[in-house]
């Protein structure tokens, strides 16, 4: 398979396939099943504390995606909100049957951005990390790549994204506004 590299703002990011996409994926059991109809807008890998406790390992991979690319093929996951550091909690879909989380609904963007856990995708390693965030809390045995962007804390988006994801996060600014407006305050 050929990888192409990205350059972003002059800074080199992941590989990727390009003729990766649709990809699928799902939960251990298989009742829930996924496909991605696209690339998604931007893979963090996030090293904050509240990620290392939620997945139990030293970091979570999320592909971030419009909820419209992602296509159920099976079972619909369990909404089950959770806390997170912004005091916003989180909306995290799990497997009714094996619960695990297959993607997650950051208070942000809600239900209409999903932060997709990466591992659970047939072929995870066609979704490599965009960025390291939240690194002044990584393991301090975890060894970041120098090719992909690192940043202490989280970032500004128009200095690493590209400028597709850009405007595809463009097009979404009126249903997240609509969804915030809807939010308790």
């Given at each position: 398979?050929?990888y192409?590299?990205?350059?972003i703002?002059?800074?080199r990011?992941?590989?990727?396939?390009?003729?990766?996409?649709?990809?699928?994926?799902?939960?251990?059991?298989?009742a829930?099943?996924?496909?991605?109809?696209?690339?998604?807008?931007f893979?963090h890998?996030?090293?904050?504390?509240?990620?290392?406790r939620?997945?139990g390992?030293?970091?979570?991979?999320?592909?971030?995606?419009?909820?419209?690319?992602?296509?159920?093929?099976?079972?619909a996951?369990?909404?089950?909100?959770t806390?997170?550091?912004?005091?916003?909690?989180?909306?995290?879909?799990?497997?009714?049957?094996?619960?695990?989380?297959?993607?997650?609904?950051?208070?942000?963007?809600?239900?209409?951005?999903?932060?997709?856990?990466?591992?659970?995708?047939?072929?995870?390693?066609?979704l490599p990390p965009?960025?390291?965030?939240?690194?002044?809390?990584?393991q301090?045995?975890?060894q970041?790549?120098?090719?992909?962007?690192?940043?202490?804390e989280?970032?500004?988006?128009?200095?690493?994204?590209?400028?597709?994801?850009?405007?595809?996060?463009?097009?979404?600014l009126?249903?997240?506004?609509?969804?915030?407006?809807?939010r308790?305050?």
């Amino acid at each position: 398979m050929i990888y192409s590299q990205r350059v972003i703002h002059g800074t080199r990011t992941a590989m990727s396939k390009p003729s990766s996409f649709p990809a699928e994926g799902g939960c251990d059991c298989q009742a829930i099943r996924y496909r991605l109809i696209s690339a998604p807008l931007f893979v963090h890998c996030c090293h904050c504390r509240w990620c290392q406790r939620e997945s139990g390992a030293a970091f979570a991979l999320n592909a971030m995606i419009e909820s419209d690319r992602v296509l159920n093929l099976g079972l619909a996951p369990t909404m089950i909100h959770t806390p997170s550091q912004s005091g916003l909690g989180q909306q995290v879909a799990r497997c009714p049957r094996c619960q695990v989380a297959v993607w997650s609904h950051y208070a942000g963007s809600g239900p209409v951005i999903r932060f997709v856990r990466v591992g659970t995708l047939d072929n995870p390693e066609i979704l490599p990390p965009d960025i390291h965030i939240f690194t002044t809390s990584k393991q301090a045995w975890v060894q970041l790549p120098a090719e992909t962007p690192a940043v202490p804390e989280y970032y500004e988006r128009e200095a690493y994204w590209s400028a597709e994801s850009l405007a595809r996060r463009e097009r979404l600014l009126p249903a997240i506004a609509a969804y915030q407006a809807t939010r308790p305050s």
